[in-house]
C-alpha cells in the first residue's frame, strides 16, 4: 500500500504562481511512475502532467511551457510547479502513483483555485 499527500493548493490570482508537492510512502518511491492530474468543477479528471521513474516527462497542452513537474527522489516527492495560472487551472489537484506492479495509488487531492 502506498500513501500519496499532496500539499502547496491554495487561492492565488491570475498570473500567479503555486508550487504542488506529493509525499509518497514506503521505500520504493524510484521505481514508480508519479502523475498529476486535476477535476475542475463539473469535469472529469484530466492528466496534467508525469514523469516516469527514469525522468522522462509529458504534460497536458493546455499546461506546456507553464508547469513543470519534477521529482526528489531521496525525499520521496514530486512536485508541480505551477506558473501563470489563468481561471481554467481552478480544480482539486491529484498525484498518483504506478508501481512497477501495475498498482496504481491516488492521494486525497489538494485544491488550487485562480481567481480572476
Known amino acids: 500500500q502506498v500513501q500519496l499527500v499532496e500539499s502547496g493548493g491554495g487561492l492565488v490570482q491570475a498570473g500567479g504562481s503555486l508550487r504542488l508537492s506529493c509525499v509518497a510512502s514506503?521505500?520504493?518511491?524510484?521505481?514508480?511512475?508519479m502523475g498529476w492530474y486535476r477535476q475542475g468543477p463539473g469535469e472529469e479528471r484530466e492528466l496534467v502532467a508525469r514523469?516516469?521513474?527514469?525522468?522522462?516527462?509529458n504534460y497536458a497542452d493546455s499546461v506546456k511551457g507553464r508547469f513543470t513537474i519534477s521529482r526528489d527522489n531521496a525525499k520521496n516527492t514530486v512536485y508541480l510547479q505551477m506558473n501563470s495560472l489563468n481561471s481554467e487551472d481552478t480544480g482539486v489537484y491529484y498525484c498518483?502513483?504506478?508501481?512497477?506492479?501495475?498498482?496504481?495509488?491516488w492521494g486525497q487531492g489538494t485544491q488550487v483555485t485562480v481567481s480572476s
Open positions: 498518483n502513483a504506478w508501481t512497477i506492479t501495475s498498482f496504481l495509488y
Open positions: 514523469i516516469t521513474r527514469s525522468g522522462t516527462t
Open positions: 514506503g521505500s520504493f518511491f524510484r521505481t514508480y511512475d
